[in-house]
């Protein structure tokens, strides 16, 4: 009798090991990001759109290759890039590919593409604030002369 409360007590906790130990396991990542953050912080830095657009590339290649899912805002980073290099046909492929891919990013894609149509920059940047030692020591009073 007491062989079997002790064999049955041990193949609880053996199926109990397993299944914890199956629950214990690393979990894919959803996304392959590719350097696709870094890349957004070169472009807010100011770096070279060519190169960015380069790395994005090889980026979707790799990910691709792997089987892999692109993070949602690749497709419309690129695209970006692209309206900043000339390439306006390029950037409507790839915003319609983000829009594809991820449906509740349609408003901004198509937000970006009607304003793209009446913009007349060529580069689309961030502006950077100025800093307070950046701004004059001089303050005008009402008259417009200075204190």
């Not at 991820?102 to 950077?128: C, G, H, I, W």
């Not at 020591?137 to 002369?145: C, H, I, L, R």
Request: proline fraction near 5%; include cysteine; aromatic fraction near 8%.
């Amino acid at each position: 009798m007491i062989n079997l409360v002790t064999l049955r007590n041990a193949a609880f906790l053996s199926v109990a090991a397993a299944v914890l130990a199956g629950c214990a396991a690393p979990q894919p990542s959803l996304y392959q990001w590719e350097g696709y953050q870094a890349q957004v912080y070169q472009y807010f830095k100011g770096e070279s759109k060519e190169e960015q657009v380069i790395a994005l590339e090889k980026g979707l290649e790799t990910i691709k290759a792997k089987g892999g899912a692109v993070p949602p805002g690749y497709h419309a980073q690129l695209g970006m890039l692209y309206l900043n290099l000339g390439k306006d046909d390029q950037m409507v492929k790839e915003f319609q590919t983000e829009k594809t891919l991820f449906p509740e990013s349609t408003p901004f894609m198509d937000f970006l593409t009607r304003n793209m149509k009446t913009d007349t920059r060529k580069d689309v940047t961030v502006p950077v604030q100025p800093t307070t030692a950046a701004v004059g020591t001089k303050t005008e009073n009402n008259t417009g002369s200075a204190k």
